[in-house]
């Protein structure tokens, strides 16, 4: 009778233990909170959308825009994240309204496979820059994610046209207050 009842006891701490484990690679990518901002001019409409993700500090940024550039091809951009800028990057996907869109990704997200970690496959329209979101905030109690974009392709640029066509500006608050003790 105790051999049984220790065998159940270690059944249920492994099932519970593989659960875990396999219920902490699922959620990495899922969304806790996402907030869009667009900034509309008389040459089209930016639009950035920030996600905080279930994987404590990590972050998706989703830049979509829809300007006069988008008629030369894939229009390429200059941002920068809480001082921390990227020298370019180029927009991967155009939509059916002649929008382009990239997403960029905070950590490369991995599944497991037989048992065994792998990254994981992409999609076309999503970059990985762990770069960029080096000064990025992911708790409400270290300040405003603050950032700045100006498009441009073959010599021709496009900034916020309400605003002397500088940089777009886009702020935002993280609503995650509560830091966990352990991350991972």
Do not use: C
Not at 10 to 30: K, R
Not at 64 to 89: P, V
């Amino acid at each position: 009778m105790k051999m049984q009842f220790k065998i159940f006891v270690l059944l249920l701490v492994a099932t519970i233990f593989i659960a875990g484990q396999a219920g902490a690679q699922m959620n990495d990518l899922d969304i806790i909170h996402s907030e869009t901002k667009d900034i509309t001019d008389a040459d089209g409409t930016v639009s950035v959308r920030v996600d905080w993700l279930r994987r404590p500090g990590e972050m998706a940024l989703t830049i979509t825009y829809n300007g006069y550039l988008t008629q030369e091809g894939m229009a390429n951009f200059f941002i920068e994240m809480n001082g921390q800028t990227r020298d370019f990057m180029t927009l991967k996907q155009e939509m059916k309204n002649r929008a382009q869109r990239l997403r960029i990704l905070s950590f490369h997200p991995t599944r497991r496979v037989k048992g065994v970690n792998r990254l994981m496959e992409l999609p076309e329209n999503t970059v990985v820059d762990s770069l960029l979101f080096r000064n990025a905030p992911y708790y409400k109690q270290f300040g405003e994610l603050n950032i700045a974009i100006k498009f441009f392709i073959h010599g021709r640029w496009d900034g916020d046209g309400n605003n002397n066509n500088e940089n777009f500006l886009f702020s935002f608050v993280s609503p995650v207050t509560d830091m966990p003790q352990f991350h991972f």
